[in-house]
């Protein structure tokens, strides 16, 4: 089981074969997003074919709703790290909902996850 950030869905849509092949070799078939990566990804499209083309391409994954218990989790890691780190909302939601199900984050950026205690990146 793995948690998506919003750059791997970005260049699996864009057909980015080298991600695709990392996310083949992953040992697990329960691939995960949090819904503020769905938001992140639906903020791309330029018009209704595209989003209709980004719907389609989240099918695959089980989207994991921000619950009250992540919302707690998020507001911990923002209030510790927002001064030290300046993460960004969406990357500290996908932090906080890696956490709360403990489950590693696959990223193309890991410098945006590293500094969260406890996180595992892929």
Known sequence: MVIFDTNILIELYRGNER???AVLTLATANFYISAITV???LVGARNKQE???IRKQL???TMLPITEEISAVFINLFQDYSLSHK???PDT???ATALY???PVLTLNKKDFQYF???KLL
């Open 93 to 95: 939601f996908i932090a």
């Open 117 to 119: 205690p406890n996180i």
């Open 59 to 61: 099918t695959p994954y």
């Open 87 to 89: 993460p960004s909302i």
């Open 19 to 21: 991600t695709r092949e």
């Open 101 to 103: 199900y403990d489950l």
């Open 39 to 41: 938001a992140e990804f």
């Open 51 to 53: 989003m209709r083309a």
